[in-house]
């Protein structure tokens, strides 16, 4: 876990979406529109809409490294990297310096050679304001 992050999760949680947009994740068939209580046609409201629209770049970390500078400088193509993982540990999904979810590698289709990460924690965004 990020020595930055300060979040709840809930364990089990199989939907939420970068900060909590109310998009579904759990099915893997591509996010869902959020869902908003009353539209309001104001000006103001059009700016709460939009949010939903931006994009933003996801990061998910498979391990760390810890390598002294000579070590760095000394490599080289085909050299292997140790990291502070397993194949099997959970990855941590994070957006900027902030772990939003946690969860499992998992490959997308057959002999696609793709990575996918199933989401087995969600950060409750409701925690975070």
Request: no cysteine; hydrophobic share 35%.
């Amino acid at each position: 876990m990020s020595d930055t992050a300060q979040e709840t999760s809930r364990p089990g949680s199989e939907t939420g979406s970068g900060a909590g947009a109310g998009s579904g994740t759990g099915s893997g068939n591509g996010a869902e529109a959020p869902i908003l209580e009353r539209r309001d046609s104001s000006a103001e409201g059009n700016y709460r809409r939009a949010i939903f629209s931006v994009a933003v770049d996801v990061v998910v970390s498979v391990g760390t490294a810890r390598p002294v500078i000579g070590e760095l400088l000394a490599m080289r193509r085909d050299m292997v990297l140790p990291l502070s993982s397993r194949v099997d540990d959970p990855v941590e999904v994070m957006v900027g310096d902030r772990v939003i979810a946690r969860g499992e590698l998992e490959e997308i289709g057959e002999d696609s050679g793709r990575l996918g990460v199933r989401l087995t924690e969600v950060v409750d965004v409701s925690d975070l304001f």
